[in-house]
């Protein structure tokens, strides 16, 4: 399909060392708010000191802002908002992992903006309103690999009174220019390497099959698949693999592009509905459980794209679409991550219907671009079978 839309402005400076740059490039203002979690592994880490001795280098004043949840909440984004303006910021920096960098673009947007959040969001009870002023420019730093957030433009954010677990973002919302140093990630546990590693897996599997996949889109994406192919497992195994590390990173990377690119699909609108209502359920763990049964869903409808899948994911010999199935089980076993369960999580059984109402309404828009549009009985055996 040689047609395609691409928009793509965020500077990335990639490789290991590459947070130096912090300290040297010309940074989008004077006084930085930094959006960083709760959870005080930036601090543990050393991270968060060496982001303010180059912030200090570069002459550059800064605000911190730790409160930020592994799902993080529509409060937050407002209190961080609120400080940004107090305290004068007039850039904001996302400093962590996925939900760190999120809150950042979410913040940048509401530091600039009156009223709340959710009258720009679209979907479920959001008003879907038209942003009036440019966000503040965002700084993303990850620490992990997994959602891609700094070479696109999303931001997830829960409405915690509502459990509504929302996707927002456009061409003004993409970082001002992003870090990815593997070497921020050498600390990350193994089950959560494992649970972004798929997430990124899926971004690009998702960009891949989704209808409005394209020449460029597929290029990111099957390198995307193919990186998490030979190095997922041996970072998951060995933390401290340089190598695996950095590509699992790249991976990461290339998967924002297909996310700003193609599309994700309603596999993480259902992955979505399920943390929306149960916050503890980590994303890439969600997008794991039901991952098997989504594939299976569209194997006969795009046949030769799982092929290509699959031999992305190392299976050279791949000839039918069942090998992408089985590889992708493959993997997930591999890696440890085959015996998630819902019922782990208090998703109860009797619910799964209410769980599918609720993707569809909060994020239906993803089922657009689904290789065909399912029925509520298909998002619902989709659940049903991948119920533990
Ligand atoms: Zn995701």
């Known amino acids: 399909m040689l047609e395609f839309n691409y928009y793509m402005p965020s500077r990335i400076f990639f490789g290991k060392g590459s947070l130096e740059?912090?300290?040297?490039?010309?940074?989008?203002?004077?006084?930085?708010?930094?959006?960083?979690?709760?959870?005080?592994?930036?601090?543990?880490y050393g991270y968060l000191d060496r982001v303010t001795a180059l912030l200090d280098k570069n002459h550059t004043e800064y605000v911190l802002f730790e409160k930020i949840l592994p799902n993080p909440i529509k409060s937050h984004v407002m209190e961080g908002a609120q400080l940004a303006r107090e305290a004068g910021c007039d850039f904001v920096i996302g400093l962590g992992g996925g939900s760190s960098i999120d809150s950042s673009k979410s913040i940048a947007v509401m530091a600039a903006n009156d009223g709340d959040y959710w009258d720009y969001v679209n979907g479920g009870s959001g008003k879907g309103l038209e942003v009036p002023n440019n966000p503040l420019p965002v700084i993303a730093i990850t620490t992990t690999a997994g959602t891609g957030t700094e070479s696109d433009p999303w931001t997830v954010v829960t409405k915690e009174e509502t459990g509504e677990k929302i996707g927002f973002g456009y061409d003004k919302t993409f970082p001002y220019f992003s870090i990815v140093d593997p070497d921020l990630m050498m600390s990350i546990p193994p089950y959560l390497t494992a649970y972004q590693g798929f997430d990124a897996l899926f971004h690009s599997t998702e960009g891949y099959i989704a209808n409005i996949s394209n020449f460029m889109s597929d290029m990111y994406a099957l390198k995307a698949i193919e990186l998490i192919g030979?190095?997922?497992?041996?970072?998951?195994?060995?933390?401290?693999?340089?190598?695996?590390?950095?590509?699992?990173?790249?991976?990461?990377?290339?998967?924002?592009?297909?996310?700003?690119?193609?599309?994700?699909?309603?596999?993480?609108?259902?992955?979505?509905?399920?943390?929306?209502?149960?916050?503890?359920?980590?994303?890439?763990?969600?997008?794991?459980?039901?991952?098997?049964?989504?594939?299976?869903?569209?194997?006969?409808?795009?046949?030769?794209?799982?092929?290509?899948?699959?031999?992305?994911?190392g299976r050279r010999d791949a000839s039918q679409a069942s090998d992408f199935i089985e590889a992708l089980k493959d993997l997930q076993k591999a890696c440890g991550v085959d015996d998630l369960k819902m019922s782990d999580f208090d998703v109860d059984k009797d619910d799964l219907k209410k769980y599918a109402l609720h993707a569809l309404d909060t994020m239906g828009g993803l089922f657009e671009y689904d290789p065909y549009k399912l029925t509520l009985d298909e998002i619902v055996n989709i659940l049903e079978k991948s119920y533990r």
Do not use: W
């Open 21 to 44: 740059n912090l300290g040297t490039e010309k940074l989008p203002g004077k006084k930085a708010l930094i959006v960083t979690s709760a959870g005080g592994s930036m601090r543990k």
């Open 230 to 313: 030979k190095y997922l497992v041996r970072a998951v195994k060995d933390g401290s693999d340089e190598e695996a590390r950095a590509g699992v990173a790249l991976a990461n990377t290339l998967s924002g592009f297909v996310e700003s690119t193609s599309s994700c699909t309603s596999e993480h609108s259902l992955e979505h509905a399920l943390s929306g209502y149960h916050p503890k359920l980590t994303h890439g763990a969600g997008l794991i459980m039901v991952s098997a049964a989504y594939y299976e869903t569209f194997a006969a409808t795009v046949p030769e794209r799982y092929v290509q899948m699959a031999k992305a994911l």
